[in-house]
């Protein structure tokens, strides 16, 4: 059973110490309880408790520092922090926020070439510190590059910093954050580390209504000296972008953690709810909402894994996890975005109470799209990949599973974020060739017809500087990427449920959603008559199999009294 059940975790493939971690947060939270939990969110308490766990239980000392500079047991390990993020999504996205932006303020961090500052966040990480990552302000938004935190060279060699960040995770507390900024008079990038608590940090006000504080601060003259220099110039710049990478990789766990508990609580609730003499979960088209929404979820969980064999196995010469993650940014969690709106749809009124975990996830699925790069900035930058994963495929040894406890230590050293239109890919072919699928073909022939129309009614120059037309072809592209993963996974993982009924199911809907966004390029008015017919290829009508639907369905049921969170 691939979907994560706090009540029977299958941590096999982990160590014990990682283990460890897993169970005792699930126990954690299962011991707070429901009824706590949400009186929590309703009153905005800061997670004092869970930070204070953390601390105690050295959770992120173990799971954030690389092996280097932290205790035996210490390493970054992606495989290991998926399954802990997939846990603090399933509880609630502030617990998750809180230890995501400890992770990206930590980035700028362990890329610095500055070993006093990595000792420092290593020793603060075994006292139970958080971080924050200063790269947003108000007035620039996506626009980085109008930085105008400034840090002014003063006769003694110190510095001196002056300017104000907006949207900072964790900026009441942290303890280093990671300011991005230029020297003043320059336009010299640098990343430097500020204590949140130093008196001349100004705390102004958390700009979110949450639980988790999300700050507006002014560094009114914050006295800064080498040893808080992370980077200069254009390490910086690559920093703020490498952080990213890593960063937005998490967003998708969290919506997969959110979306899964959802999926038993509206499942529990809609097969137990009993109208005109029948079960909920026996109307046709509630089952239909049901089976979209679980093979949706497998799907977000085998893409998100499968990625991270890519990014955990990545080389300064496979740089293909640069598709692949900004794919889980905004692909997985747009995904989850649809599973609770057919969730919502099935339970209807039931998913505003104030007792369910539904409500709030509800409400917070929402904001993974949009963080880290919105849903435009992430397809923007995928697109640059489409032409060499089309047409000009590179070998490469096969990638395996990665759930060995290695420390990932590439991630630090990413180089320069840059040449993107140079990077290669394995042939997307293969892995269809190996299914013996009706949707799986027919879903392989949608994609024939999109690359048709790349090369014989190919965008123009004007066409590529639309953005708007560019995010029609973006979806296109971007679900021919998650299909293969999630294909190349489920055969990896084709002994933990991904049975040929549950992969062509799953491919269903990929057919579906393939043609609703042919027909939306389709729409575009800047589409061209030969565009428009190749559109007209796109759509096409899944293969329907009721004897398969229904054996899927069956899993299904099997998984209604599975979980339910302790009251
Ligand atoms: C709850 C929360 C927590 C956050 N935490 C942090 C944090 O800890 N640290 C931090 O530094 N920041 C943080 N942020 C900031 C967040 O990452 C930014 O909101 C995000 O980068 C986008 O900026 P913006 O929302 O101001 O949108 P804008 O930059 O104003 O963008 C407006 C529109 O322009 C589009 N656009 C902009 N650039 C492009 C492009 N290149 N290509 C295509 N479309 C484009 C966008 O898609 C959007 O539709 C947080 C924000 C929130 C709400």
Redesign the pocket.
């Known amino acids: 059973m691939l979907l994560l059940n706090p009540k029977n975790p299958r941590l096999y493939s982990l160590d014990a110490r990682s283990r460890e971690i897993i169970e005792k947060t699930i126990a954690f939270f299962e011991s707070k309880g429901k009824k706590q939990l949400k009186k929590d969110d309703f009153d905005r308490t800061w997670y004092a408790d869970f930070l204070e766990f953390v601390k105690n239980e050295r959770i992120f000392a173990t799971l954030l520092t690389p092996s280097t500079y932290g205790q035996p047991e210490s390493r970054w390990d992606t495989y290991r922090n998926c399954a802990f993020n997939e846990v603090l999504g399933f509880y609630g996205l502030c617990y998750w926020?809180t230890w995501q932006?400890s992770i990206?303020g930590l980035g700028p961090v362990w890329m610095s070439p500055n070993e006093e500052a990595k000792k420092r966040a290593a020793a603060l990480l075994e006292a139970g510190a958080i971080f924050?990552?200063?790269?947003?302000e108000k007035e620039?938004?996506?626009?980085i590059y109008s930085t105008d935190m400034e840090l002014t060279p003063e006769s003694d060699g110190t510095y001196i910093a002056r300017g104000d960040?907006?949207?900072?995770?964790?900026?009441n507390k942290a303890s280093m954050v990671s300011t991005f900024g230029k020297f003043s008079g320059t336009s010299e990038y640098v990343f430097f580390a500020v204590d949140s608590q130093h008196p001349k940090f100004e705390c102004v006000k958390n700009?979110?209504a949450?639980q988790?504080y999300?700050a507006e601060f002014n560094l009114n003259g914050v006295p800064v000296t080498e040893t808080d220099i992370l980077s200069r110039g254009r390490d910086a710049w690559d920093s703020s972008l490498n952080t990213v990478n890593v960063g937005k990789y998490n967003l998708g766990w969290a919506s997969i953690g959110m979306s899964t508990h959802a999926f038993y609580e509206a499942l529990k609730h809609a097969s137990n709810r009993r109208l005109y003499g029948m079960s909920v979960t026996d109307f046709p088209h509630v089952k239909r909402m049901f089976t979209d929404a679980y093979v949706r979820l497998l799907a977000m969980k085998l893409f998100a894994l499968r990625a991270a064999d890519y990014f955990r196995s990545a080389s300064a010469s496979d740089r293909r996890y640069l598709l692949y993650n900004p794919v889980v940014k905004m692909k997985v969690t747009t995904e989850g975005e649809k599973v609770i709106d057919l969730l919502w749809d099935v339970i209807a009124a039931r998913g505003f109470e104030k007792d369910t975990y539904f409500e709030m996830a509800a409400r917070d699925i929402r904001?993974l799209p949009?963080?880290?790069?919105?849903?435009?900035?992430n397809i923007?930058l995928i697109v640059k990949f489409m032409k060499n994963y089309f047409f000009f495929p590179a070998p490469y040894p096969e990638v395996p599973k990665r759930s060995d406890p290695a420390d990932d230590t590439f991630f630090w050293h990413q180089g320069p974020a840059s040449g993107l239109g140079k990077i290669r890919f394995h042939d997307y072919k293969t892995i269809y060739g190996s299914f013996d699928l009706p949707n799986v073909k027919l879903f392989f022939e949608q994609i024939a017809s999109f690359t048709q129309m790349l090369v014989k009614a190919t965008p123009t120059e004007e066409q590529s500087k639309d953005?708007d037309f560019l995010l029609a072809v973006g979806e296109l592209f971007t679900l021919a990427v998650y299909a293969q993963l999630v294909l190349e996974n489920a055969r990896i993982y084709e002994n933990e449920g991904m049975d040929p009924g549950t992969v062509d199911q799953t491919f269903e809907v990929f057919v579906r959603d393939f043609s609703k966004y042919a027909l939306d390029l389709y729409s575009k008015p800047t589409a061209t008559e030969a565009q428009m017919e190749f559109c007209q290829k796109m759509v096409r009508k899944p293969v329907s199999d009721p004897a398969r639907t229904s054996r899927v369905w069956e899993t299904i049921w099997g998984l209604k009294d599975l979980y339910e969170m302790n009251p």
Do not use: R
Not at 132 to 136: E, K, N, P, T
Not at 165 to 171: D, F, L, S
């Open positions: 926020y932006v990206l924050a990552f200063g790269l947003s620039h938004g996506a626009d960040k907006y949207y900072i995770g964790n900026g700009v979110v949450s988790s999300v904001a949009k963080l880290e790069g919105t849903v435009h900035v923007a953005i």
